[in-house]
Structure formats: C-alpha cells, structure tokens
C-alpha cells in the first residue's frame, strides 16, 4: 500500500488515558514526531468512559498519580485516600494542560485499523472519518478494561426504558429519583454502584452471579499535614513504588498465615478490616498461594458477612466460594449493608438464569421485573478486547486476533511486543504485571522502557524491532508457570478470559511482581535487546 501520500509521523498512540498522555510527553521530549488519538472528547480513558456513581479508584490516590515530574507531585494535591473518578479526570486535564499535551492529540477520532507494510517498515494506521497515516512506530495505550462487556441477552433492543454499561456512562446525570432500577453484575463497578444507586432510587434490584469477597475501603478524606508530608517525601515514595512488588509501597507481610494460630489470625484479619483497603489482601503472603491460607480469609469475611446482613437468606446468596483474592479484590464503602436496606432486592442469577431483557424490564427462569432503567455493571472483555477492536496486520498481513486465537492463551514477549508485528509497541500489554499493578506506576514503567528502546533503535541507525518466536514462547511459558504456581488460574475470572463466552482460555497476567519484571525489562535492554530481531536500514539483521 502507498505510505507516500499521508501524514506520516515517527510513532501513532492509541488513546488518551494515562499511557497515551505520558507516551506523548515522553516521545516529544525524546524528539520523535507523535499524534495520539482518542475516541472520547477528551482526556482520561477509562476515567473519562466510567462516570457511574460511586466510581472511585481502589489503589490510594498518592499512589495513583505519575511519578515523573516532581513539580506535578507537588502542584497537584488530592483530596481523600481513594480519588473519586472526576477528581482523577481532573487530574489527567490538569496533567495534560500542565505539558500541553492536546495540540498533539486528535480528539472524537477512533483507530479502527493498523496494517504494517514489510516494503517500507511502517505502520499504515486507518481512522474511523476515513483518514490514513503513516508511523514508524504504533503503539497501543488503550487500557485493559475498556472493551465493555454488555451480554447478548435476548430482547435489550426492545426495552422501553433507559440502559447503560458503567464503562460507557454518559455524560448527563443519570436520574434515579422515583426510578425502578436493575443493575446486573456484582465486581468491582457493580460494588461501588450499588449503594451509591440505592440511596437514590425508589427500588434497586441486584442481579447476581457471583457473590464476591469485598472489604471495607475506609476512604477518608487526606489531612494536609499529610499531604505535605507525602510530598516532601516525593524521592523516597518514587523509589519505593518502582521498586514494590505491585507499584504501591504498602509491604505484602512476610508471614504464612499458616505460622499464627487461628486466634492470631483472627486479630490480624480484625485490624486488616479495621484499616481497610489493601490491608486485607496482603494481610499474608501466601493467601493466593494456599489454599489453607486462602481459607482462612474467606471463612473471615463470610463470618462478616453473616454478621452484616440482617436476614439470613440474603446473607447466604451473599457468601462467595471462589478462592479469596483470586477475581480482582474489591473495596467497598457499604456494600453489604445495602442489601438491609428496604428499597434493595438481590436475585441470585446462578439458580434463576436470565432469559431475555423485555420491553418493560427483565425475565429470568423463575419471575418477570418491571425496569425503568438497567444497568450493566458486566465487565470487560480484558486486555485483549480493546486490541481486537483494532484491526491489527503485522507482517505478511498476519492478524492479531487470528494470531492469538489460536493457541490457549496469547503470546508476547514481556507483554510489550509480539513476533510478527515489528515496531509495535504495547502498554500494559497482555502478560505483561499491570493488572495487578497500581496501573500508573506500570505505565510508567512500559512508556519508559518504550521510549528507551526507540532511542536505542535511532542512535544505531536500526529501523525495527521484533520480538522473536522463541523469546515470546519463553515468556508466554514463564508467565504460565508462575501463574500455575498460584490459586487464580483456578478460578473464572476476566484474569482467564472466562468472563467472555468463546474467548481462549489462559492466563494473562505476569505474576512474578512488578519489581521482577521491570528488572527482567531492563535486563533485555542492558543485553541490547536480547530475544529481539534488530533490522538495520540496510535490512541485515544485526542479530
Ligand atoms: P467484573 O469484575 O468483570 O464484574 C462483572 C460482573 O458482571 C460480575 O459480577 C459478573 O459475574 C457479572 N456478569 C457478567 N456477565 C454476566 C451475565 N451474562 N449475567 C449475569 N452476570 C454477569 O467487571 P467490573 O466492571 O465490575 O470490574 C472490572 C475491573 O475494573 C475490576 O476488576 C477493577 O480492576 C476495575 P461473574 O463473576 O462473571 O459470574
């Protein structure tokens, strides 16, 4: 295909978010030509998409922020320990405003295609008003949960009253006032949503599949003692993020819950709960390895759940199964206690399956509910979702999808790069930790690493890099092995990919931690891009 007649930059970000703002600042400032596009009207990705009530981050807003710039450490101050979605959003405009980032982004414009031409080495990158480009590099920043999962029910064209997915929510007020409300699905949205909803609505009713494990979040707001405090500690809270396991200084403790005995593990669990948040899940550091250890904290928290609820049937639809920790952990602020309410009803899915969304509501197996409004709190096709929105061609028109379709999970090399689509470039990639790392640190690391690797590439005159097979088999092997040697790949989960019917089973997700893997990540490039395929201009493969 012809590159000649386009606009033709050295690198084309997908999305707005956290990646693609701080891929776009570092990319200027390397000196490379760039233009992010982005769907949505403005910044913030997922922060501009999620506008349901109660949104809020679950990773501690101190931490849930860049870490490049001390000058926006210290200029930007939040306001309480979990940051509400439009104090985030603020944040990202005050981020983009701050390093003049829009004249480089292309608002309102989706990149539904991206073919890579073996001929010229680039990217022909197609968008939705019809428009090409043409880049060197192509590189994905569209999130890992933004492909909304809304389920092909039967009949929800029919439906008389309003519906929304809560990763799609509009910008108008939703209005609950005298409203009969649905909502479908019980993770992390579903859990935020539904107390702050019940406080409004006339009636809620909570459709629910899966009971989950949460804990109290204990937001509150920051003193500013503390906040100074954190600032003036900038340095060291930097090298401890990037140097932690998950991107948050907050230490997994280094005991089994296996060494106290159950008396002692019943004060530990107390004052995890007491504290909240992250407290809980790294109360030991064997809970989502052991299944006894595992034990021991579901059993505490369906005691608490039983204690919470008033009436007992609604207590028992309440108590989870699954492995404790291994679906994402929740934290809520009055989740449980919201199915006392009056105006709250909970119908458990799982012995009464949904048959079809009527023009007045919904219809499962066993009863028929009136609905003004439904929402879909369902979830997202994970990770790999919002890459297959874009039709992905790497060399000899391989297909991405097609590609990782057909093996039993997908294959990446660090879960940045994979064989077969040379210079492209993924953040927070399949495979890669980011899931389960305090997401702006990963990205941090994954745009850090890319623009190092660009660099590297242009000093030596070198025009693609390719992850080769046997290196991304290597890592796709690795990533299994540490996952099998933990309790979530036994359960169904947007980990697995088992919240999508027909989506290959596998494990996504490097569990290794995030200070191994950005240690593995600087390895290669200390090793000149060792299990890399290098193409010089003059097309010799170097190694
Ligand atoms: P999740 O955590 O994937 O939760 C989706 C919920 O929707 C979950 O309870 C699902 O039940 C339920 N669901 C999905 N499909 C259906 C159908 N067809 N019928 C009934 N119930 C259904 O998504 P969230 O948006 O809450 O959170 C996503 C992530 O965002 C979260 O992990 C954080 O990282 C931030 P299931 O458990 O599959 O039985």
């Known amino acids: 295909f012809q590159t000649d007649h386009v606009k033709s930059f050295d690198a084309v970000v997908v999305g707005a978010g956290f990646s693609g703002l701080y891929m776009l600042y570092r990319l200027r400032e390397a000196g490379f030509s760039t233009r992010a596009y982005e769907a949505g009207d403005g910044v913030g990705g997922v922060w501009y998409w999620n506008r349901y009530p109660g949104a809020r981050c679950d990773s501690e807003s101190i931490y849930y922020n860049y870490t490049f710039s001390k000058e926006l450490y210290q200029e930007w101050t939040w306001t309480s320990k979990f940051p509400e979605q439009p104090e985030i959003l603020r944040y990202l405009n005050f981020v983009a405003d701050k390093f003049d980032l829009r004249q480089d982004i292309q608002f309102k414009t ?109 937001n509150h707001p920051y003193d500013p003692g503390f906040i100074d405090r954190t600032k003036g500690n900038y340095n060291v809270i930097k090298q401890q993020m990037r140097e932690s396991l998950s991107g948050i200084p907050e230490a997994l403790r280094d005991r089994s819950a296996l060494e106290d005995t159950a008396e002692q593990r019943q004060q530990v669990y107390e004052a995890a709960w007491g504290k909240g948040g992250f407290a809980f899940p790294l109360a030991y550091k064997d809970l989502t390895f052991n299944e006894e250890a595992n034990k021991s904290a579901a059993d505490f928290i369906r005691a608490r759940i039983r204690e919470v609820i008033h009436d007992p049937e609604v207590a028992e639809k309440l108590l989870p199964t699954y492995y404790y920790g291994t679906k994402r952990p929740i934290f809520d602020t009055h989740y449980y206690e919201t199915y006392n309410r009056e105006n709250v009803r909970l119908v458990d899915v799982r012995k009464a399956s949904i048959e079809e969304i009527t023009n007045k509501g919904l219809r499962t197996t066993k009863a028929e509910y009136n609905l003004d409004t439904i929402i879909f709190a369902t979830g997202y096709d994970g990770m790999t979702g919002p890459l297959f929105k874009i039709d992905i061609r790497g060399r000899n028109g391989v297909i991405l999808k097609e590609k990782w379709a057909n093996g039993e999970q997908v294959r990446t090399y660090l879960g940045i790069t994979t064989a077969d689509f040379p210079n492209l470039f993924m953040i927070t990639g399949p495979e890669s930790p980011s899931v389960l790392v305090n997401m702006p640190t990963a990205i941090e690391q994954h745009v850090e690493w890319i623009t190092d690797c660009m660099t590297y590439l242009r000093n030596h005159g070198l025009e693609t890099i390719e992850a080769k097979v046997e290196a991304e088999e290597a890592w796709s092997k690795h990533c299994k092995e540490v996952a099998d040697a933990t309790l979530y790949p036994k359960t169904d989960s947007w980990y697995t990919g088992a919240n999508i019917s027909g989506k290959p089973r596998g494990f996504m997700i490097y569990l290794g931690g995030f200070n191994r893997y950005s240690q593995i990540c600087n390895e290669v490039a200390a090793k000149d891009y060792e299990g890399f395929s290098l193409l010089s201009t003059q097309k010799t493969t170097l190694r």
């Open 110 to 218: 989706r990149i539904i295609g991206a073919h890579y031409d073996g001929a010229t080495n680039r990217w022909l990158i197609h968008m939705d008003d019809g428009t090409d480009v043409s880049a060197k590099y192509f590189i994905t920043g569209v999130g890992c949960l933004s492909a909304a999962n809304v389920p092909n029910f039967k009949g929800l064209d029919q439906f008389e009253g309003e519906w929304y997915h809560t990763g799609h929510w509009p910008q108008k007020k939703v209005d609950f006032k005298g409203k009969r409300v649905g909502i479908i699905g019980t993770g992390s949205s579903g859990v935020q949503a539904i107390p702050a909803i019940a406080k409004e609505a006339d009636d809620l009713i909570v459709f629910q599949r899966t009971p989950q494990y949460t804990v109290p979040a204990r």
